[in-house]
């Protein structure tokens, strides 16, 4: 079996690499030169980074996007690449508009064109939820995006919809909550956090700063939900699905947790930007900054993922605290190791 990937220098493309090549696939990604050819996540896994067939392109570039498609004629096509951080889509929507859906109508078109037999997975996410009407969510929650980035996400959402029944086509939205992980990008809360007291961890006096402290999450490990979407596309007929932990914890939680795993308590002092998280010998923390509040929030998620547990046989294996403590543990080795992961 022939599989591409677009998006696998980041981190669902690392673990959703080594998924595949495990089951025998013949891995195929796409990567963007930046201004030099660095591969992310792959960079610091030289097995991995060889055993992968890297195809230098964009998916902005609808002529590559084509001939690849062509030349390769993949099996599966797993459509990760994208402008991922909620947060810079407030920024800069347009090119989150760009890569998010004009990305997405060049893998769909080029396989609708050229390679009809191809399976698809496209990334969604809980994000379309925005403000969620109810919780837990499910695949019939109506959506109610809350940033450039959920807009972006809901109209690549819907074109593959549409093209499934227009052209029958085996195409599959995944519509993932929070999954976080051992080379989750900085910019993201968990990461944040778990570097910040791994690096308090080895000394550092700096606090971790922070902005909604009572943002609301359902966050899972992304090993576990590559192996979902590898089983979206083993199914006999297409179809979307929620895949969550069902669990629902608050920045604050993850932070609290996080500083457990370094044997630390937090307590919580103030209100606000005036709140600080202090030790239990009195020393600053953690501060919250308003420059680190989005315009509009998107939070109260939690997935009601029992399609997946069903029809798929999904089931999370990793769970909240064993989370934290995966990103704790790897950060505090990592930093004490000077590991390679670029990404920090
Ligand atoms: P990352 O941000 O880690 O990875 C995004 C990938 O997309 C990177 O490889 C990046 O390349 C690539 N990319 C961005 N723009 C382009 C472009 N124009 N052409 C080619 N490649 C591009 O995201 P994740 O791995 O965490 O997420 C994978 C997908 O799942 C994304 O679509 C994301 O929106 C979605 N998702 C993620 C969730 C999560 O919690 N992680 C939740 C729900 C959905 P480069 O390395 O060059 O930047
Ligand atoms: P997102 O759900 O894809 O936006 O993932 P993030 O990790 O970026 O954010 C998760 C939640 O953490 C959001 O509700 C943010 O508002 C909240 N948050 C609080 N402080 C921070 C911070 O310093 N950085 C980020 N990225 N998010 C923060």
């Known amino acids: 079996m ?24 013949e891995v195929y990604g796409i990567a963007r030169r930046k201004s030099n050819m ?29 001939s690849t498609i ?35 109508l060049h893998v769909l078109n080029s396989i609708k064109d050229y390679s009809k037999s191809t399976r698809l997975y496209n990334a969604t996410t809980s994000e379309m939820f925005g403000k969620p009407q109810v919780t837990p969510q499910n695949e019939k929650t109506p959506f109610f995006p809350r940033s450039p980035y959920a807009i972006s996400k809901l109209a690549a959402y819907w074109t593959v919809a549409d093209y499934r029944e227009a052209y029958g086509m085996f195409a599959v ?3 993932l909550f929070n999954h976080e992980s051992e080379v989750r990008g900085p910019e993201f809360v968990t990461k944040k956090i778990s570097l910040g007291v791994a690096k308090i961890y080895h000394g550092s006096h700096d606090p971790i700063v922070l902005g909604n402290l009572d943002a609301k999450k359902d966050w899972g490990y992304a090993r576990d939900y590559v192996e979902a979407m590898w ?9 979307d699905y929620v895949i969550g932990t069902g669990e629902q914890h ?3 939680e993850f932070v609290e947790e996080a500083f457990k795993v370094i044997g630390m308590t937090i307590r919580w002092k103030g209100e606000g930007v005036n709140e600080v998280g202090v030790s239990e010998d009195g020393r600053v923390l ?12 998107s939070d109260n998620y ?20 064993e989370l934290v403590k995966i990103m704790v543990e790897h950060d505090i080795k990592n930093l004490s190791q000077n590991h390679c992961f670029k990404r920090y």
């Open 302 to 321: 939690m997935a009601d993922y029992t399609k997946a547990r069903i029809k798929l046989g999904w089931e999370p294996a990793v769970k909240f605290k």
């Open 38 to 66: 660095s591969l992310g996540t792959l960079d610091c896994d030289e097995t991995l980074k060889r055993s992968v067939n890297i195809l230098w392109g964009d998916v902005l570039d609808n002529p590559f996007i084509e």
């Open 231 to 239: 089983m979206m596309l083993q199914q006999d007929k297409p179809d």
């Open 173 to 175: 939205n995944g519509i």
């Open 250 to 252: 608050t920045v604050r």
């Open 2 to 25: 022939k599989a591409l990937i677009t998006g696998i220098t980041g981190q669902d493309g690392y673990f959703l690499a080594k998924l595949l090549l495990s089951k025998n696939y």
């Open 70 to 104: 062509k030349q390769v004629k993949p099996d599966e096509v797993y459509h990760l690449a994208a402008q991922s951080f909620v947060g810079y889509s407030f920024e800069n929507p347009e090119v989150t508009y760009d890569v998010n859906i004009k990305g997405t």
């Open 286 to 297: 953690v501060k919250v900054d308003l420059r680190l509040f989005r315009p509009l929030e």
